[in-house]
Antibody, heavy 119, light 107 residues
Framework: EGQLVESGGGLVQPGESLRLSCATS????????MNWVRQAPGKGLEWISYISAGGGTIYYADSVKGRLTISRDNAKKSVFLQLNSLRVEDTAVYYC????????????WGQGTMVTVSS | EIVLTQSPGTLSLSPGDRATLSCRAS???????LGWYQQKPGQAPRLLIY???SRATGIPDRFRGSGSGTDFTLTISRLEPEDFAVYYC?????????FGPGTKVDI
């Protein structure tokens, strides 16, 4: 079935950076497209980034474009999210999410990692 | 950007009731790329429906998705206590791959 485990969240000040990691297991990682979705406290879900299986196609939400970089290492079965110039409004739980094989839907979610941006 | 609007915002029902949740898109969404997710407090979302009408693995048949184009519906035929949660629709047709704001189904 598979498992996704995020790490790297924490408390940072505005303008600082963080790198989130998502370690995967239990499936052939290199075949799957991956995404990051975030959820601010008490709010809804916000899709923020996508990376294709080979890493050649990447998309970002407008709210984060220019400040976030998604990447993946298929040999290490991991996907990453570099967050730069963090703002208070980036405070959220960040979920690593798998696009299911030929489903065009998010069939596997991590437990999430909390990012808090505060002075 | 495709904007998804969900209605109602909150649905107050009782166990055994039928729930009908609506998701309307600002432009046409491919039916193969419309999903529904359930989220309970403190948990990650869970995929219920993909391709507008296909149930994900392990999802009971009281959950039914339908619709096409710009109008989609999630129907829960008879609410069980564990169904009280927030439900989100999501489009994967055109980036940004937006979610709706959610419908809370509560008692």
């Amino acid at each position: 079935e598979g498992q996704l485990v995020e790490s790297g969240g924490g408390l940072v000040q505005p303008g600082e950076s963080l790198r989130l990691s998502c370690a995967t297991s239990g499936f052939t990682f290199s075949r799957y497209e991956m995404n990051w979705v975030r959820q601010a406290p008490g709010k809804g879900l916000e899709w923020i980034s996508y990376i294709s299986a080979g890493g050649g196609t990447i998309y970002y939400a407008d709210s984060v474009k220019g400040r976030l970089t998604i990447s993946r290492d298929n040999a290490k079965k991991s996907v990453f999210l570099q967050l730069n110039s963090l703002r208070v409004e980036d405070t959220a739980v960040y979920y690593c999410v798998r696009d299911g094989w030929k489903l065009d839907a998010f069939d596997l979610w991590g437990q999430g990692t909390m990012v808090t941006v505060s002075s | 950007e495709i904007v998804l609007t969900q209605s109602p915002g909150t649905l107050s029902l009782s166990p055994g009731d039928r729930a009908t949740l609506s998701c309307r898109a600002s432009q046409s969404v491919s039916s193969s790329q419309l999903g529904w997710y359930q989220q309970k407090p403190g948990q990650a979302p869970r995929l219920l429906i993909y391709g507008a009408s296909s149930r994900a693995t392990g999802i009971p048949d009281r959950f039914r998705g339908s619709g096409s184009g710009t109008d989609f519906t999630l129907t829960i035929s008879r609410l069980e206590p564990e169904d009280f949660a927030v439900y989100y629709c999501h489009q994967y047709t055109t980036p940004p791959f937006t979610f709706g704001p959610g419908t809370k189904v509560d008692i």
